[in-house]
């Protein structure tokens, strides 16, 4: 059974900056698409970035250079550095994986391209 816990998410000060993990368990995470979205209150799910199994990564355009996306297979683990954060950047992230994108392993994909998803970890930012 594939699981996706994110944490890291809190409450920080505008220019600030915050590391959110998603642990992995039951696959074989190294093989897996691996990507960040994230979801204002009144708004969509949106891409943020991904990474494929060999460690390429792909930002949606507005987060590239504020952003960074990494994963340690050893630990199973993503991440997602985010710094100089906004106040629009509060949402609620998530973490997604899929097995079936391959060589299409993007943020831009659309949601329903990621079959497994964690809970969430909220991302506060204030002015």
């Known amino acids: 059974q594939v699981q996706l816990v994110e944490s890291g998410g809190g409450s920080v000060q505008a220019g600030g900056s915050l590391r959110l993990s998603c642990a992995a368990s039951g696959y074989t995470y190294s093989s897996a698409c691996m990507g960040w979205f994230r979801q204002a209150a009144g708004k969509e799910r949106e891409g943020v970035a991904a990474?494929?199994?060999?460690?390429?990564?792909k930002y949606v355009d507005s987060f590239k250079g504020r952003f960074t996306i990494s994963r340690d297979n050893a630990k199973n683990t993503l991440y997602l550095q985010m710094n100089s954060l906004k106040p629009e950047d509060i949402a609620m992230y998530y973490c997604?994986?899929?097995?079936?994108?391959?060589?299409?392993?993007?943020?831009?994909?659309?949601?329903?391209?990621?079959?497994?998803w964690g809970q969430g970890t909220q991302v506060t930012v204030s002015s």
């Open positions: 997604a994986a899929d097995f079936q994108i391959g060589g299409l392993c993007s943020a831009y994909q659309p949601i329903s391209a990621f079959g497994y």
């Open positions: 990474i494929d199994s060999r460690g390429t990564t």
